[in-house]
């Protein structure tokens, strides 16, 4: 099964570069030509054109939510994103969107795709390193997603 | 007092949020938009060698890497006092050509056109991509598709690495191009000259052959009249890589043009207690206020400011297009913010044929790719056209080329002023007394908004991409009257 793991963020904006921070360290546990491991700060139309062409999607990012405390974990599907199917974004258009996209276009979309995301804390100072709670969370998500790439 | 606002909430905090306050009577007192400024990057700077700025600034916003690379390539050359080769500055402008396809098609694709295709008026829920390819058909999704994934390559090919590049230092490019990726160059960029002049055609069918869209556009409560800036070749016309700044009045007479050096003579900020963000206005004519006009200083840095501040385009077919449109919208310079969007598919020709012209060019394979810098670094300023406007990078560093100061003036803060009093012209215009407040009036208002495609860096990348809008009014004791929203459950 041709699978991706895709951490996506800012690399230079403290939590936003949590997910590629994942990525990285996933990427150096893993040795399978069927796995690749990539990074991106790239949305929407980008996003569909990296997924395509894989049977499993592994996406690792950062997410700042109302009430969520900067270091927890969520693992979701783009099920869980349905209400923001509308025309949201300002510069482009969302997971759920962009996959409808690739469905409607017929192309070769994953048949699964999980997303885990790390509440963030901050994500407008520009640092190389992530706050405390989101850097001991790191580990824990990178567990995760070997995990679930085994099953 | 009641209270509305607008209030992008993404997946991450940090979006622009627009506040609409009411008198009794349901009129509007007083709007703000707020776009939150990214904290530190200075210091981020400060301390670390200036070829590592190529790589670093295009991490600022996940929107137009490539425009900040291009900018800090060319501050790289300014600061290390290195003239880049013939072959270089023509591969550096190809692949910035290309860059300019994908973003254009990116923004009228995503963003205008579901305005136009599905109607302003349309349910949230229709008004995306997938109902404009669903109306004007499958066969446009794939090209607007294959036109982006093509330019990709194209970008990658020059550019070293997709959306990233690492291609640009002091003096040159890190790499050549060979005579098979030129000629695959060439066949993505003439097909991109079939798909922009396809992309003006469906503008003609859909918007322009309609008279209602016709007349929003010409109306009052999108029209703006300002200063328009631009970057122009020594002919005057639209450059995206190089060349002067130049700006003309509302009436359309050149009112300065100046060397990249000499920005901070012509460009001053205003500071206003509600928002971090500046607001650049034009030095010689000065603050006056949130006004229109040939006395006040607020200028903009738009595609449509770009075609304003020019005396046409330098590729046949964008400066026939440039003339068609002109001649529609009643003469030069043009004030119909929601004109930006033409403005912007005439760009994408330009960029194209552009890009045809320099894949054909006999230097474009030579091996001549860099002159190494001799000279000791000390001061360097660039600017280059971001499609969202005006791109400035300014950096001052010791002897040994280590920051030690570095300034940037983005294509949205340019902006700010003429953003800021379009959202304000919107809702006065649209919120009066006795009317009910609808997402479709909510749209409208957005509408004004949306030509300039404000950047606030942190959009990044929208997974989940939820960006939702939420328009709260309340009554003068405070109370909530009514919720919309879209994009919330």
Same mark, same amino acid.
């Given at each position: 099964m041709k699978t991706l793991v895709l951490g996506l963020g800012n690399p230079i904006l403290s939590d936003d570069g949590a997910g590629i921070r994942v990525a990285q360290d996933v990427g150096e546990k893993l040795n399978d030509p069927q796995i690749t491991v990539s990074e991106t700060s790239a949305a929407g139309l980008s996003l569909l054109d990296s997924i395509v062409g894989y049977d499993k999607v592994i996406i690792i990012d950062a997410v700042q939510t109302e009430k969520g405390q900067a270091g927890q974990i969520y693992r979701m599907g783009p099920e869980d994103f349905s209400v923001t199917k509308h025309f949201t974004s300002p510069h482009q258009i969302n997971l759920v969107t962009a996959l409808e996209l690739g469905k409607m276009l017929d192309l070769a979309m994953p048949q699964k795709i999980t997303i885990f995301a790390v509440e963030a804390k901050d994500i407008t100072t520009f640092s190389e390193k992530c706050t405390p709670a989101v850097e001991q969370a790191i580990p824990e998500m990178v567990k995760m997603v070997l995990e679930e790439l085994v099953g | 007092m009641k209270r509305i606002t607008i209030d992008p909430i993404t997946r991450l905090e940090g979006h622009g949020k627009i506040t609409i306050f009411l008198n009794e009577d349901g009129s509007v007192a007083n709007t703000y938009l707020q776009i939150p400024e990214l904290r530190g990057f200075e210091k981020f700077c400060e301390g670390?060698?200036?070829?590592?700025?190529?790589?670093? %600034?295009?991490?600022?916003?996940?929107?137009?890497?490539?425009?900040?690379?291009?900018?800090? &390539?060319?501050?790289?050359?300014?600061?290390?006092?290195?003239?880049?080769?013939? +072959?270089?500055?023509?591969?550096?402008?190809?692949?910035?050509?290309? !860059?300019?396809?994908?973003?254009? &098609? %990116? @923004? !009228?694709?995503?963003?205008?056109?579901?305005?136009?295709?599905?109607?302003?008026?349309?349910?949230?829920?229709?008004? /995306?991509?997938?109902?404009?390819?669903? =109306?004007?058909?499958?066969?446009?999704?794939?090209?607007?598709?294959?036109t982006r994934k093509q330019n990709h390559w194209v970008?990658?090919?020059?550019?070293?690495?997709?959306?990233?590049?690492?291609?640009?230092?002091?003096?040159?490019?890190?790499?050549?191009?060979?005579?098979?990726?030129?000629?695959?160059?060439?066949?993505?960029?003439?097909?991109?000259?079939? !798909?922009?002049?396809?992309?003006?055609?469906?503008?003609?069918?859909?918007?322009?052959? /309609?008279?209602?869209y016709l007349n929003l556009i010409l109306s009052d409560t999108f029209t703006q009249k300002t200063y328009y800036m631009g970057l122009v070749d020594k002919n005057n016309k639209v450059n995206? #890589?190089?060349?002067?700044?130049?700006?003309?009045?509302?009436?359309?007479?050149?009112?300065?043009? #100046?060397?990249?050096?000499?920005?901070?003579?012509?460009?001053?900020? @205003?500071?206003e207690p509600w928002t971090y963000l500046k607001f650049p206005y034009l030095k010689k004519v000065g603050w006056?206020?949130?006004?229109?006009?040939?006395?006040?200083?607020?200028?903009?840095? %738009?595609?449509?400011?770009?075609? /304003?501040?020019?005396?046409?385009?330098? +590729?046949?077919?964008?400066?026939?297009? #440039?003339?068609?449109?002109?001649?529609?919208?009643?003469?030069?310079?043009? @004030? #119909?913010?929601?004109?930006?969007?033409?403005?912007?598919?005439?760009?994408?020709?330009?960029?194209?044929?552009r890009m045809v012209e320099l894949s054909k060019d006999p230097e474009i394979t030579s091996t001549d790719i860099r002159n190494i810098p001799t000279a000791t670094p000390d001061e360097g300023v660039a600017i280059v056209e971001a499609p969202r406007g005006t791109l400035t990078h300014h950096y001052i560093t010791d002897e040994r080329g280590v920051i030690k100061k570095c300034n940037l003036i983005v294509g949205t803060t340019n902006n @700010?002023?003429?953003?800021?009093?379009?959202?304000?012209?919107?809702?006065?215009?649209?919120? =009066?007394?006795g009317i009910e407040i609808t997402e479709g009036l909510l749209n409208h208002i957005e509408m004004s908004w949306r030509p300039y495609d404000p950047c606030m860096s942190?959009?990044?990348?929208?997974?989940?991409?939820?960006?939702?809008?939420?328009?709260?009014?309340?009554?003068?004791?405070?109370?909530?009257?009514? =919720?919309?929203?879209?994009?919330?459950?």
């Amino acid at each position: 099964m041709k699978t991706l793991v895709l951490g996506l963020g800012n690399p230079i904006l403290s939590d936003d570069g949590a997910g590629i921070r994942v990525a990285q360290d996933v990427g150096e546990k893993l040795n399978d030509p069927q796995i690749t491991v990539s990074e991106t700060s790239a949305a929407g139309l980008s996003l569909l054109d990296s997924i395509v062409g894989y049977d499993k999607v592994i996406i690792i990012d950062a997410v700042q939510t109302e009430k969520g405390q900067a270091g927890q974990i969520y693992r979701m599907g783009p099920e869980d994103f349905s209400v923001t199917k509308h025309f949201t974004s300002p510069h482009q258009i969302n997971l759920v969107t962009a996959l409808e996209l690739g469905k409607m276009l017929d192309l070769a979309m994953p048949q699964k795709i999980t997303i885990f995301a790390v509440e963030a804390k901050d994500i407008t100072t520009f640092s190389e390193k992530c706050t405390p709670a989101v850097e001991q969370a790191i580990p824990e998500m990178v567990k995760m997603v070997l995990e679930e790439l085994v099953g | 007092m009641k209270r509305i606002t607008i209030d992008p909430i993404t997946r991450l905090e940090g979006h622009g949020k627009i506040t609409i306050f009411l008198n009794e009577d349901g009129s509007v007192a007083n709007t703000y938009l707020q776009i939150p400024e990214l904290r530190g990057f200075e210091k981020f700077c400060e301390g670390r060698p200036a070829e590592d700025m190529p790589q670093i %600034t295009q991490r600022i916003c996940g929107v137009c890497p490539e425009a900040h690379h291009m900018a800090a &390539t060319k501050a790289l050359d300014d600061l290390f006092h290195v003239e880049p080769t013939s +072959t270089a500055k023509k591969l550096r402008e190809l692949l910035y050509s290309s !860059f300019y396809v994908t973003d254009h &098609t %990116t @923004h !009228f694709y995503i963003l205008a056109a579901p305005d136009f295709v599905m109607g302003p008026d349309a349910p949230p829920a229709e008004r /995306n991509i997938l109902g404009v390819i669903a =109306k004007v058909g499958l066969e446009l999704g794939g090209a607007v598709i294959n036109t982006r994934k093509q330019n990709h390559w194209v970008i990658q090919t020059i550019g070293g690495r997709p959306i990233h590049p690492c291609f640009g230092l002091p003096g040159g490019v890190s790499k050549a191009i060979n005579e098979e990726e030129r000629a695959k160059i060439e066949e993505i960029a003439k097909s991109s000259v079939e !798909f922009a002049k396809l992309s003006l055609k469906v503008f003609d069918d859909v918007v322009l052959k /309609n008279k209602d869209y016709l007349n929003l556009i010409l109306s009052d409560t999108f029209t703006q009249k300002t200063y328009y800036m631009g970057l122009v070749d020594k002919n005057n016309k639209v450059n995206f #890589y190089d060349g002067k700044v130049r700006v003309v009045d509302p009436e359309g007479k050149e009112f300065i043009k #100046y060397a990249p050096r000499d920005y901070l003579e012509h460009v001053a900020e @205003h500071v206003e207690p509600w928002t971090y963000l500046k607001f650049p206005y034009l030095k010689k004519v000065g603050w006056k206020g949130f006004v229109e006009g040939k006395n006040s200083g607020v200028y903009k840095a %738009t595609p449509l400011s770009r075609l /304003n501040a020019a005396d046409g385009m330098a +590729t046949p077919l964008a400066q026939k297009e #440039y003339e068609k449109m002109y001649s529609t919208l009643g003469g030069k310079p043009a @004030h #119909y913010t929601l004109a930006t969007h033409w403005a912007r598919l005439i760009e994408l020709l330009y960029a194209a044929e552009r890009m045809v012209e320099l894949s054909k060019d006999p230097e474009i394979t030579s091996t001549d790719i860099r002159n190494i810098p001799t000279a000791t670094p000390d001061e360097g300023v660039a600017i280059v056209e971001a499609p969202r406007g005006t791109l400035t990078h300014h950096y001052i560093t010791d002897e040994r080329g280590v920051i030690k100061k570095c300034n940037l003036i983005v294509g949205t803060t340019n902006n @700010h002023a003429p953003l800021f009093m379009s959202i304000k012209k919107a809702a006065e215009d649209l919120i =009066k007394p006795g009317i009910e407040i609808t997402e479709g009036l909510l749209n409208h208002i957005e509408m004004s908004w949306r030509p300039y495609d404000p950047c606030m860096s942190c959009a990044t990348h929208a997974l989940p991409g939820q960006l939702p809008l939420e328009v709260t009014i309340y009554d003068a004791q405070g109370n909530e009257l009514k =919720k919309l929203s879209q994009g919330i459950s």
